[in-house]
């Protein structure tokens, strides 16, 4: 007869939290996994090896350890059992839940046919920039200086507000530096609403790509300070988050999401839209391509119209040639597809040509000596970082021309310091007096 092993006490897993945790080592997060192992296992679901050394006195646990696991289709980030991968479908919460509904036409903002195919585009993108050409290299620096001296230059003024519904949230002792961070940014943001005179009533305030809902939160927050009851905030996002922070608001109804992807939300047909009579477009931190989702779908849909956009820029690294929008102003300034591609590697020299972290950076900024160089390629590193942000600056502005050219004005301004965040400027647009006199007359 078999000893029957003693199960682990309490007390035991309290000493040993290994035994209890999965064994996998995730190298993005250089820490273990934190999901509890399997039975008779060293790993998780998820990572357990695709075939079992073990077995269970349990029928269906034998067959589930037997078995291969793959990647969801709908979501690599997660796994299934390839025998249930069927049953999985119609329940992951990754799955399209929204195509019936009337707001969603697949594509509708992806941006006017190219005559580039998706594999040159591709190609293009895996341009490595130490492969370059010293004349292409240089020719394409000279290009944004160009258009950035034209343009641009000092024309980026500062305006930099805070609003009082945050005050007690910034002083707050117990928050860490990245919570302050974060909280300074959107306190600027709803200043900025403020004073433009947009905290309104019967107002939607549509954020893009909203995540889990901070600057909705603090923007429903307002709101409810200032009694405007028939002004809402609709989240747009294309994933189902947990922890959003909009749950925790004590009247849920100033709150809307919309789980839709932003290349497919024909904004006209949203229905939440309907119960105001204003509509304000906002977004924090919306990463590359989806600010040009965002802009086409505010201005490509002639049924729907936008009274004040404001989108706090980034990523511009995640930039395509295909939803950009200042595609004509590039071109007219020989910049095309494959220009574009090295452009958008060059931006991540604006955020991290330095190789430095913020704190070093400041540190060195009020040394008494200099730093020394020893970067090996064709530009110094402060060379580096100027001509990236160049490249950000001249991409926005083909943003403000695609705005200007369907009647709005259109400008950047930094909303905060550097020393908050290096993705510090915010697209600011509202109708021209022409483009409301249009509108008046045709409604």
């Not at 910034?170 to 943001?189: F, H, V």
């Amino acid at each position: 007869m078999e000893p029957v092993k003693a199960k682990m006490t309490t007390t035991d897993q309290a000493k040993d939290p290994l035994a209890t945790t999965c064994s996998y080592w995730v190298p993005r997060k250089k820490r273990r996994c934190k999901m509890t192992a399997n039975k008779d296992s060293q790993f998780c679901g998820a990572h357990a090896p695709p075939t079992a050394t073990t077995s269970t006195s349990n029928e269906k646990s034998g067959e589930d350890a037997f078995q291969e696991r793959i990647p969801c289709p709908l979501d690599h980030k997660h796994t299934v059992f390839k025998r249930k991968l069927a049953k999985h479908l119609t329940i992951c919460n990754a799955r399209d839940q929204e195509s019936s509904m009337p707001y969603i036409v697949k594509g509708v903002n992806s941006g006017e046919d190219l005559k580039e195919t998706d594999e040159k585009l591709d190609k293009f993108n895996q341009i490595k920039m130490h492969e370059l050409a010293d004349e292409e290299f240089y020719s394409l620096i000279d290009k944004v200086k160009e258009l950035y001296d034209k343009h641009i230059n000092s024309s980026i003024q500062e305006l930099q507000l805070s609003h009082e519904s945050l005050k007690e949230e910034l002083n707050r002792k117990d928050y860490g530096q990245e919570t302050l961070r974060q909280l300074t940014q959107a306190s600027s943001l709803l200043g900025i609403l403020e004073n433009d005179h947009q905290l309104t009533d019967v107002t939607s305030y549509v954020e893009f790509g909203a995540g889990k809902g901070q600057l909705a939160y603090y923007l429903a927050t307002a709101l409810q300070d200032q009694q405007l009851s028939q002004s809402q905030v609709v989240l747009i996002d294309r994933m189902s988050l947990r922890h959003k922070k909009d749950n925790k608001l004590a009247n849920k109804e100033v709150v809307q999401r919309i789980r839709a992807d932003i290349a497919d939300l024909k904004l006209s047909a949203l229905p939440e839209l309907k119960k105001t009579q204003r509509t304000v477009a906002i977004s924090k931190h919306l990463c590359g391509a989806a600010t040009d989702l965002t802009l086409r779908c505010l201005l490509s849909d002639e049924n729907a119209s936008s009274d004040y956009v404001l989108i706090a820029l980034c990523c511009h690294h995640r930039c395509s040639w295909r939803s950009y929008v200042g595609r004509k102003f590039l071109q007219e300034a020989g910049i095309g597809p494959r220009e574009f591609a090295i452009l958008t590697k060059m931006v991540s020299w604006a955020v991290c040509g330095t190789g430095l972290s913020r704190e070093r950076r400041k540190a060195m900024e009020t040394a008494a000596f200099p730093p020394t160089e020893t970067n090996t390629q064709r530009l110094n590193r402060q060379e580096r970082e100027q001509i990236g942000q160049q490249c950000k600056r001249v991409l926005d502005y083909g943003r403000l021309e695609y705005l200007r050219s369907h009647g709005y004005q259109a400008e950047l301004k930094f909303y905060v310091s550097r020393d908050v965040t290096l993705e510090n400027v915010v697209l600011l647009a509202r109708p021209s007096s022409s483009k409301l006199e249009c509108q008046n007359k045709c409604s």
